[in-house]
Structures are given as structure tokens and as C-alpha cells.
């Protein structure tokens, strides 16, 4: 079975620095694991999605996540931190039935 | 590419009324939909999968006479609250996938949320 565990329930970075939320996965199968990005009382939005090969994906709003199958994680990082990347962020595997299992998400603030 | 939306974006019913919600993939093909729901503060909780032109799979603890989801076409999936009490008041978030498969994208809609008065 698969499953996904976010370190850090509430992460606080000050604008222009580097961001890291983190995602461990437990998966029987090689896994496929994606990083969402929901704005309050939005839905959510794919930032990057890892299946196979490269393990530093690139994603949207220059966000970036490495696969490290010997630490079984998948944290996603940016540079520099803008007052817009605020929001909640959610990593997921998929499930060998096409499900996704998510992680119990990671409330990002920014301060000025 | 690759939109989904919802509709309403917002409803408040009265207890005992039926509300529906529809979902629709606009630029792509739907072979699968997915039927959440999130609690304030709380991650996604997947209530049940349908698959265009079958009957929907519904996760353990889901009421499935409660929550009728009807995929008739590649573009079009509806969740019916039926019967609504104040405790189904909640944010309820269709995604769409091209595939049922593992590894494929969900794209998700914007949101519903429901209130019952």
C-alpha cells in the first residue's frame, strides 16, 4: 500500500528565501508522485510530477522536486520565496488503481 | 490545456433538499472523474471514482445512496447530495483524468462549497 507523510504542517519562510517542504512516500511499486498547490477556496494545482527517469523534476512558478528512491522522498524546493507562493501544498502518490494518496498538506507563509 | 470546472462554485440549501454539482473537463476527453471532499484544514478526502458510462466506485464509509455520481458522457461527471443535512456542509472538489491508470494527472476542478442550513 501506498502512503505519504509531510514533515511540517505549517512552514514559515521570509520573502525571497529558500523554500523546502517536504514529502516522504512509502510505496510497494515504483512510485509516481506529483506536488499540488491550492489557494484558499480553490482547487488544486499541479507544480510538477515525477513518473520515471530525471530525478530533479522542474515544475511550474519555478518551483523544483528530487526524487531519492534511497531516502524514499520527494521535497519540493524554490529558491526564493514570493509573497504569491502563500497557499497550501499537498504531495501525492499514485496508487497502482490510478488513485491518488495524499499527504496531509503543508500551509506555506511568506513574510514580508 | 487540461481544464476542469465546476459548477456552482457555491450553493446554501435548506436541510432536506437535494443539491447537484456538475463537473465538466473542457479542452480533453474524461475517461475517469474523481469525487473529493476536503474539510476545513484538512487534506482531500476521495469519496468515489467514475468511469464514463458505468457505475461509480465509492470508498468504504461513503453513502452511496446519499451521494449519487452519474459519468454520462466523456465531459461531463454530476454529484448529487441528496437528502442534505447540515453535516455534508463542506468543500467538494471534482479532478479529471484522460486515463485510470497509474501515474496519470489529475486535473482538478476549482471547488464547490456546499452549505446546509
Known amino acids: 500500500a501506498q502512503s505519504v507523510t509531510q514533515l511540517g504542517s505549517h512552514v514559515s519562510v521570509s520573502e525571497g528565501a529558500l523554500v523546502l517542504l517536504r514529502c516522504n512516500y512509502s510505496s510497494s511499486v515504483p512510485p509516481y508522485l506529483f506536488w499540488y498547490v491550492q489557494y484558499p477556496n480553490q482547487g488544486l494545482q499541479l507544480l510538477l510530477k515525477?513518473?520515471?527517469?530525471?530525478?530533479l523534476v522542474k515544475g511550474i512558478n519555478g518551483f523544483e522536486a528530487e526524487f531519492k528512491k534511497s531516502e524514499t522522498s520527494f521535497h519540493l524546493t524554490k529558491p526564493s520565496a514570493h509573497m504569491s507562493d502563500a497557499a497550501e501544498y499537498f504531495c501525492?502518490?499514485?496508487?497502482?488503481?490510478?488513485?491518488?494518496?495524499f499527504g496531509q498538506g503543508t500551509t506555506l507563509q511568506v513574510k514580508p | 490545456g487540461a481544464v476542469v470546472s465546476q459548477h456552482p462554485s457555491r450553493v446554501i440549501c435548506k436541510s432536506g433538499t437535494s443539491v447537484k454539482i456538475e463537473c465538466r473537463s473542457l479542452?480533453?476527453?474524461?475517461?475517469?472523474m474523481f469525487w473529493y471532499r476536503q474539510f476545513p484544514k484538512q487534506s482531500l478526502m476521495l469519496m468515489a471514482t467514475s468511469n464514463e458510462g458505468s457505475k461509480a466506485t465509492y470508498e468504504q464509509g461513503v453513502e452511496k445512496d446519499k451521494f449519487l455520481i452519474n459519468h454520462a458522457s466523456l465531459t461531463l461527471s454530476t454529484l448529487t447530495v441528496t437528502s442534505a443535512h447540515p453535516e455534508d456542509s463542506s468543500f467538494y472538489i471534482c479532478?479529471?483524468?484522460?486515463?485510470?491508470?497509474?501515474?496519470?494527472?489529475?486535473?482538478f476542478g476549482p471547488g464547490t462549497r456546499l452549505t446546509v442550513l
Open positions: 479532478s479529471a483524468s484522460s486515463r485510470q491508470g497509474v501515474g496519470d494527472t489529475q486535473y
Open positions: 501525492a502518490v499514485s496508487s497502482n488503481t490510478g488513485k491518488l494518496i
Open positions: 479542452d480533453f476527453q474524461a475517461t475517469t
Open positions: 515525477y513518473t520515471t527517469g530525471a530525478t
